[in-house]
Every structure is written in C-alpha cells, then in structure tokens.
C-alpha cells in the first residue's frame, strides 16, 4: 500500500508516467499490449480474467475500492498538451476530410447558381483542333519516329565500328537538338495549331528528346564496356561467345539495337533505358481495369472542373489585374488556388498511377515506383527527389552524377539539373502559347532558394507546411501570370 501510495505520488518519476501514458492510450487495441499489461497485471493481484475495466491501471487493480483510498485521479497530461505523447489523430483528419467536403459542395452549389453548367465534351474537341482538316500535332507526334530511328541507325554504326565515336556523338547531338527545335519551328509557324495540341506535340518531343539521351548515354557505357572487357580478355580470344548472358534469356548489347527493343523502351513508363527490364510475370486484368476506369473517370472529372470551376474564376480575374487592383488580385490568387490544387491532386493521381500504371501493366513493366510519399516532404528538396520519379532517375543518372564526376560541385551540379527543368518547363508553356515571358522558367529557379530557406530555417510540420504552401500559392501565380499576359496579347490588343 505505502509503496503503491509512493509510486502514485511521485510526479517526478520519468518510469511511472510513461506506464501512465501506455495505460490510458486510447489507441490501443484490444488484445494489445494494454489489455495484456493490464490482464497480467489483474492476474498478479488476483483479479478473475475479463472482470472489470480493462483500462484500469495498476494502481487500481492493487487497491479495490473496498480496502483501498478511493483514488480516481493519477498524474497524467491532457492529450493535446505535447508532453502527452498522444499522436492519433485519425478522428480531426476525418474531420478536415467532412468539412472539406461540405465547404466544396456549397462552392459547388454556388459555382451551379452563378454559371449553370458549363462542362461540354465537345469544346474539348475544339482546345485539340482548330480546322478539322488539319491535324499538325498528330502530324508532329507521327514525325517523331523519324528522330528515334536516326538514333537507332546511329548505335547500329556505332555498334559495328563503322562510325567514329566522335562522329556519333556529333550525329546524336544534332538529332537531339533537331527533336526540340523542329516542334518548337512548326509550332510557331503554323496558325492551325492550338495551344493544347502543342502542348502535346512538344510534350511528346520532349519526352521522346530524354528517352533517346538515356538510349545514347547507355549504349556509349555499354561499348566502353565491352571495349574494357575485350582488352583484359584479348589473350583468351571466344571467350566471349561461352560468357555471354544471352543463355541466361537476358539481351546482351549489341543484340539489344533493334527495332523491338527500342519501341519498347519508347513506350515504356520510364525516361532511362536498359537492356533488360524488370518484366512483372502476367497482366493482372482486374488490376487493369481498375486503373483503366480511375483513368477515364478522373481525365473526365479533371476536365469538368477546369470548365466549371477554373475558368470562370481566371476570367474573372482579369478585371482586377487590368485595373492592377491589389487586394482583389490577392483575393482572386486565392480563390483560384482551390481548384487549381485540386486538379493538381487528381492530375498526380491519374497521370503518376493511374495511367502510368495502366501502360506497365500492359507493358508488363515490372518497376511501378513512378512516386514516392511526397506529401510527407519537410523540406524541398525532398519534394523534388520524390515527386516525379522518372524525371528525378532521368536527372541523377543523365545529368547530375555525370557532373559531379566531371568534378562539378553539389550546388553547380543541383543549379544546373534545375536550369535544365526550368527550360523545359518554360518550353512546354510559352511555344505552345507562342508568347515568350519567363514565368515557369522563375518558378522552377525559385526552387533553389526556397530550398535553401525551407532547408535552414523550417523544421517537421513547419518544413512540410511550406512545402505545401508553396504548391498550393505557387502554381496558380504563374497561372494567372500567363493567361493574364496571353489575355491581354491576344484579346485587348484586338478589341
Ligand atoms: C537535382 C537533383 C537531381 C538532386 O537530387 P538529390 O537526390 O538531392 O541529390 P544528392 O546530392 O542527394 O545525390 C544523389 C545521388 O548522387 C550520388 N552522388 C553524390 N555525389 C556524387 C559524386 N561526386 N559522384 C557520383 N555520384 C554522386 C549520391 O550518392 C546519390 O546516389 P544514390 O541516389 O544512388 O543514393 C534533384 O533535386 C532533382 O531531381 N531535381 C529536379 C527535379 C525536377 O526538375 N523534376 C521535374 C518534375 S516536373
């Protein structure tokens, strides 16, 4: 009794609080440590298994009320006071969640009274085609092909040493450059493209312009390769033909330079290309069809919201920013960063899992980590290695290990990667646009001193708060930026 009395009345005891703690955490499952602790705990005072509140600590169970000082109080902290140790909060997230929801769906209601409804299938014809006998983008997307064989008959010569190294260099170099600039020229000379049609010519070049700097970059170490090995072997001359991995079903260069392997790698979920890679066994079909159906519904639902939410909410805007009205461009920045982050969210959702996932499986491409978590980013830098997984491998591999080999140091090698992603990022906007302004090109820039800012002054939830602002405020300025600049180029001057 008295040593109970002591124990009980010992605040100071770092032992006894955290059994307190472990006693009263509410998350515990039945069955758990908890009920165990206590079950073991009535056992040892002799209490019958099952009787009682299973939450009782020791204390209680070593004085029933019939001896005991009828105590109902124990030293503990309130569990939202940090020194509690308490950490589950699943019920305010589903909390946040409901109250999302219902602040939505009265923004919804009062997007329907305002506008009616303005989501139509068709006009999404029309962002793809201004004449319907003209098709330049699908034109461009076809002429593609044209620049990945050129590469393919390049590694061909380079394969059989009928081409010098540096010519092949030279000829891969002018093929790479041709693959950036020949959309951007036909873009900007032709008038029946639209705009969302050169995104998607210039989207298909650009990724079409890294797949074949990675298809180079490989064959190049594997000629090295080959070329290191053959010296240290020259002496055991057909050794090669016994050692070869093709016994073992895996591609051995140059076995690998055809048209089969190259179209695989073209349309595989993945910037960086191999010999040989990982194969998932089968096509799970009912894997499939999930993805193929998160794919459609939400490419649907990502277009519904651009036409009822965000457009009027742009157009709105304009008002303000002609009359450079600053608390009310402010007021309209914000208001478009809600639906601008939502469809932000569904984008990385449809395009990161679901449509990637669906050409993998088809594909049977083993390797699905297309994302890491993220959301849980507490510094920048973090969000950038995790966020866009095949750019991030593209950029290690192909850009940033080269540098720091050539003896680049980490902060030129970084500056350099986020130069490189600011120019394609202003590449995509501003030729399809065909209006040059540096918005996007800042935007990625930015990154480098938000890291550093985010990185020595924020920590945990601070660090991740920042990122999460900076996502949620930072894309819809540049939004703005450029349709306000595209407004006023093409509306106002016309008007
Ligand atoms: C710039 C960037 C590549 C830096 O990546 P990072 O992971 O922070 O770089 P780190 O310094 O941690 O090093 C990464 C790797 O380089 C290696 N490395 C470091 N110094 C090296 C050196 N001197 N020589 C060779 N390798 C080196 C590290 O060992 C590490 O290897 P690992 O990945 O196998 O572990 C990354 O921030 C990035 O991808 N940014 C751009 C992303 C982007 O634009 N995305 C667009 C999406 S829309």
Known sequence: MEAACEGAGRGDAPEEKEKQHRRRRPEEPSGGMGERGAAGRRAAAGAPPGGGDSRRGAGDAAHPPEGGDFRCHRLQDSLLSSA?????YRGILNWCVVMLVLSNARLFLENLIKYGILVDPIQVISLFLKDPYSWPALCLIIVANVFALAALHIEKRLAVGSMSEHLGAVLHTVNLLTILCFPALVT????????VGAVFALGVHTILFLKLFSFKDVNKWCREKRQ??????????GSQKANGNVAS????????LTYRDLYYFLFAPTLCYELNFP??????????LRRLAEMLFFL?????????????TIQNSMKPFRDMDYSRIIERLLKLAVPNHLIWLIFFYWFFHSSLNVIAEIMQFGDREFYR????????????QNWNIPVHKWCLRHFYKPMMKKGAGKWVAQTGVFFASAFFHEYLVSVPLKMFRPWAFIGMMAQIPLAWFVGRFLQGNYGNAAVWISLIIGQPIAV???VHDYYVLNYEGSQ
Do not use: C, H
Not at 188 to 195: D, G, K, M, N, W
Not at 231 to 236: E, G, K, V
Not at 304 to 311: E, R
Not at 373 to 384: K, R
């Open 228 to 237: 290191a090995k053959a010296a240290r072997t020259r002496s055991a001359a």
């Open 300 to 312: 649907q639902l990502m277009v519904g919201l651009i036409q009822q939410w965000m457009v009027p």
């Open 188 to 195: 900007l000379a032709v008038t029946s493209i639209t705009p």
């Open 480 to 482: 703005l930026m450029y």
């Open 373 to 384: 978590d993220w959301w849980n980013s507490e510094t920048v830098t973090y969000f950038w």
């Open 249 to 256: 079903g895996a591609v051995a260069y140059p076995a690998n």
């Open 279 to 288: 194969r998932s066994p089968r096509v799970r079909k009912r894997f499939l």
């Open 84 to 88: 509690s140790g308490y950490s589950n």
